[in-house]
């Protein structure tokens, strides 16, 4: 079959950021879904999608020239209905007629339901340039936008069913040198394209679909077409010129959305704003103009500033007059805000919070803080952090007082880094202040666990536990669970952060007590009974531990932790312990750990099938040498395995349970009958085995959950 390639660029108007983002996250695997549902045949590694402000490029390397064929079979009126006294009825004929087949095509098929009338039609695939203008059609107008528009220029129907973030303005089709009749929004696809809109206004043409030749053109034309290129030029000026090591990435990447051709130009500011704290400087440069605050060698912030422009343009002295009268003016009401909020301690705003509800029908920030006060004792016991208690209790108190400051109102960005700073000033103790300060971090989820012990500390880390704690359950209590891609309290946001803190710092703690604690604080606001609670927050932890770790249906590492999760979910940290252990060993100790696994399959296929407890092992029941000689292994045995579990030395207990029950299940299997008629023999042999199991299965890991064993 022929290959080819396809190119295709929308030109619009300057897009937002969340749009780029969205077609970043969900464009490669629709396209890549749409040429499959099409039948068109690529490389799978060819797909390329990339956008600027001005543009949407996609681009297809390998691309079929035709669709391939498919049979199609259709199910048609049971031969009743189909046939009567052996003439078509009209029910046949009406079958018939709606897939254009004749008499002659019917197959008469037995079916479990009786006899059936059967189609089978062979279908040709088409040219892909009779496809693909509506493919790609039904892939632009299927991205649900966070916002989108209708604008004139064009029929009146067709603005009706055309929704788009900006007007589209151009658009390129090419499959190798040929132009695909894409229409779009009342235009017609062709080879002129635009470059930069100041720097390279004048059209000009794109010859073929190369991807490689397409970059260049761009590039002449100073636009930068790979984001991530964007993002790399801005990064390595910022280091090498500016000499900037602290670079705020979430910043990087908005302006890199926001520019074609980054060029960067750098301001000052007047000195005096440096008694600000660092925070706001960042965060007043950040939301009111993006651009980038700047810092020395020793990390303090300096008076200056890096912006970045969208291209290099004429008059730049006055471009960075600009900046700097609109930072001034920003400064100067920051400045104002921040004097007027010191006046008074932060312990003056906490009774306030009674102004402001929480969750709706949950009362209001106050009743929010006086929970997570009694909710740090509870925490602190559960986790055996006792000595941080009162230091916790205090910063749950004031955690949420900054949400009445000026600042924070102007600025919510601040929210916590203010707060932090208006504690210290109010002469609170500094573990608490810094607690206060980090309770909303980490700002994603993609931070490596490990790294976020850099920016957080302890007392932070259990306040932003707790805080988003009291959040999942006052919300799944009120049946305000996230739903398919629904989620606007974030609750899974909120959720994978706690299961991240717990992983970076082994806060053991057992999460039904917590939830049970928990509930008791909302008294009767709450919909949900104890158990449902439990029961939908037990899925959810286990599910954005999952996320957390990364973990993909189908392979070892996620069944591994189904079988950690299945002997227990309730301490977290010690989930995380024993899947790492596990997944450890699986590499490092394949024998040892295919051996256990072996034993725990072996034992839970016989468990199966019992509807009642077996109960305890009785000695005088046992009959059979080999189970004679299983039982004394278990009762030698268990005992030390049992220790190395309560030590957690998992790692220790999977090879000593292997070592021990391997041989002697096998052995046990090989010669020994379990369900024999004799019902007390029976239930005798099934006990033995279930004290094996669950020896192992019911405080590590169910391992009989893997698949594919060897």
């Known amino acids: 079959m022929i290959m080819s390639h396809l190119l295709v660029e929308i030109g619009v108007e300057e897009l937002p950021t969340d749009a780029l983002d969205l077609i970043y996250s969900e464009m490669p695997k629709r396209l890549s879904a749409a040429l499959a549902d099409n039948r068109i045949g690529c ?25 391939k064929d498919q049979t199609l079979e259709f199910s048609g009126p049971s031969f009743e209905k189909a046939y009567q006294a052996n003439e078509p009825t009209q029910a046949l004929l009406g079958f018939l007629k709606s897939k254009n087949a004749e008499l002659k095509e019917v197959q008469i098929r037995d079916t479990p339901k009786g006899k059936f009338v059967y189609l089978v039609k062979e279908e040709k695939g088409k040219l892909v340039t009779k496809v693909l203008p509506l493919m790609i059609q039904n892939l632009l107008t299927s991205l649900v936008f966070p916002k989108a528009m209708r604008w004139d220029g064009f029929e009146p129907e067709i603005a009706k069913q055309f929704r788009f973030p900006r007007p589209i303005r151009w658009i390129v089709a090419l499959l190798d040198k040929q132009i695909v009749p894409i229409q779009l929004a009342g235009l017609k696809a062709g080879t002129a394209s635009r470059g930069h809109r100041f720097l390279a206004p004048k059209p000009f043409k794109i010859f073929s679909a190369d991807w490689m030749l397409y970059q260049k053109t761009l590039k002449k034309n100073h636009v930068i077409l790979n984001f991530e290129e964007r993002q790399r030029i801005i990064r390595e000026e910022l280091q090498s010129k500016y000499h900037q090591t602290k670079i705020d990435e979430d910043l990087l990447r908005m302006v890199a959305q926001l520019v074609e051709e980054p060029f960067l130009l750098s301001g000052t500011f007047d000195a005096d704003y440096l008694q600000l704290p660092a925070e706001v400087l960042a965060t007043v440069m950040k939301k009111n103009q993006k651009i980038f605050a ?56 906490v009774e306030k919070l009674q102004q402001i509800v929480y969750l709706g029908k949950l009362g209001t920030m106050k009743d929010k803080t006086e929970r997570l006060e009694k909710l740090a004792g509870i925490f602190c016991k ?15 108190r004031l ?13 919510p960005e601040l929210q916590g880094t203010i707060g932090g700073e208006y504690a210290k000033q109010s002469g609170e103790k500094q573990e608490v ?31 932003g536990l707790m805080d988003r704690f009291d959040l999942l359950v006052g919300a799944f209590g009120m049946g305000l669970e996230p739903t398919g891609s629904q989620d606007p309290f974030a609750l899974r946001r909120a959720g994978g952060i706690i299961v991240k803190l717990v992983r970076a710092y ?15 604080l909302y008294g009767s606001a709450l919909k949900l009974s104890s158990a449902d609670l439990q029961k939908k927050l037990s899925q959810f932890f286990q599910d954005r531990t999952v996320f957390e770790l990364g973990l993909s249906a189908g392979t070892r590492s996620y069944e591994i932790a189904q079988a950690v999760y299945k002997s227990s979910g309730d301490d977290l940290a010690d989930v995380f312990e024993r899947y790492e252990i596990l997944t450890s060993m699986f590499e490092k100790e394949n024998q040892a750990f295919v051996q256990a696994a072996k034993v725990i399959e072996r034992t839970a296929n016989i468990l199966k099938g019992m509807k009642t407890d077996p109960g305890k092992v009785n000695e005088a029941s046992l009959k059979e040498e080999m189970e004679t000689r299983l039982y004394q292994v278990w009762k030698v045995k268990s005992p030390q395995v049992s220790q190395f579990l309560q030590q957690k030395k998992y790692w220790e207990a999977t090879r000593m349970f292997a070592e021990s029950f391997a041989q002697p299940v096998n052995d046990f299997f090989s010669k020994v009958l379990v369900n024999v008629e004799d019902a007390e023999i029976r239930r005798n042999r099934q006990a033995l085995l279930k004290e094996i199991y669950s020896l192992y299965a019911d405080r590590l890991a169910d391992l009989s959950l893997l698949s594919r064993l060897e």
Do not use: W
């Open 399 to 411: 955690c949420k007082a900054d949400l009445l400051t000026h600042l924070v109102y102007e600025m």
């Open 506 to 520: 082994q806060f053991h703690c057992s999460f039904q007590s917590l939830i049970e604690e928990n509930l008791k």
């Open 382 to 396: 559960l986790s055996g952090n006792e000595a941080s208690q009162s230091a916790l209790k205090r910063a749950a």
């Open 43 to 67: 490389d799978p590694a060819g797909i390329k999608i990339e956008a600027t402000p001005r543009r949407i490029s996609l681009y297809v390397s390998g691309i079929a020239l035709k669709q």
């Open 294 to 349: 700047c810092y020395d060698a020793k990390g303090e912030m300096e008076n200056r500033f890096v912006a970045v422009l969208n291209g290099k343009r004429k008059n730049l002295e006055r471009i960075r007059a600009d900046f700097e009268n609109v930072l001034e003016s920003r400064l100067k009401d920051a400045r104002y805000f921040y004097r007027e909020d010191t006046k008074q301690p932060l312990e003056t705003r």
């Open 433 to 463: 202040a810094d607690a206060i300060a980090v309770q909303y971090l980490p700002k994603n989820l993609t931070e490596d666990y490990q790294s976020i012990k850099k920016e957080i500390h302890s007392l932070g880390a259990m306040l």
